[in-house]
């Protein structure tokens, strides 16, 4: 079987899908850089020696963890304006719900990341008269962050796809995109090939990137 495709409805589309590509990476962009300031505070307060802190702390990695991005899509953009009744717009709504799962995920991996580095390390910079926060900040968390690279790609990668999901509200990024256009063309094979070819190529490059870094600071 021979599939003939209409490659001038796949040029003519390209330019379209890039402009949704574009807001597919400003939202993951985002969504990460809030996710990496949220998971970098919640993974250390689990690892605060304050119980109360370490148990809502704890809460939230498990009921982010535990209940699907959909779902946290749907309560931002649906359910918090049926409560407060005002309406959210949809990129603020993507944003916000993303970033608070992607914290979730930073912050185990953090977590992870902090309990990997010697103990040994944390008595030495509070001999050397440090404080515990000045020791984490000058001498555990350089370290830590060499050995979450990897992981920390991997969160970006996942999150570029999962960012998809926001096409449910009606945003329009990359998905989105692709949906409004098969639904005027009908030809769903070619654009969504093309969807996943540039999905494809955004993820080989970030993962490229991280190749890089990882070379560069690797942990001797």
Same mark, same amino acid.
């Given at each position: 079987m021979v599939v003939n495709?209409?490659?001038?409805?796949?040029?003519?589309? #390209?330019?379209?899908?890039?402009?949704? %590509?574009? &807001?597919?990476?400003?939202?993951?962009a985002i969504s990460v850089g809030l996710g990496l300031l949220i998971g970098m505070i919640v993974g250390i307060a689990r690892l605060s020696? #304050?119980?109360?802190?370490?148990?809502?702390?704890?809460?939230? &990695?498990?009921?982010?963890?535990?209940?699907?991005?959909l779902v946290q899509i749907f309560i931002v953009y649906f359910a918090l304006p049926a409560v407060t009744g005002t309406r959210i717009n949809p990129f603020i709504a993507a944003v &916000? %719900?993303?970033?608070?799962?992607?914290? %979730?995920? &930073? %912050?185990e991996i953090f977590r992870g990341g902090i309990q990997s580095i010697d103990p040994g390390q944390m008595e030495a910079g509070r001999s050397l008269g440090l404080t515990w926060g000045q020791t984490m900040r000058y001498i555990i968390m350089p370290q830590a962050f060499k050995r979450i690279i990897p992981p920390l790609g991997n969160e970006f990668i996942a999150m570029l796809k999962d960012s998809s999901l926001v096409s449910v509200i009606g945003f329009e990024e990359l998905t989105r995109r692709g949906q409004l256009i098969i639904a005027r063309t009908y030809a769903s094979f070619e654009i969504w090939t093309a969807v996943a070819v540039i999905y494809l190529i955004m993820t080989l490059t970030i993962s490229r990137f991280v190749a890089y870094l990882e070379r560069r600071y690797r942990t001797k």
């Open positions: 495709l209409d490659w001038e409805l796949i040029s003519e589309s #390209v330019p379209l899908l890039l402009t949704g %590509a574009v &807001v597919t990476v400003e939202i993951t020696g #304050v119980k109360p802190i370490r148990l809502i702390s704890g809460a939230y &990695v498990d009921c982010i963890r535990g209940t699907p991005l &916000v %719900a993303c970033s608070i799962n992607s914290g %979730a995920y &930073v %912050a």
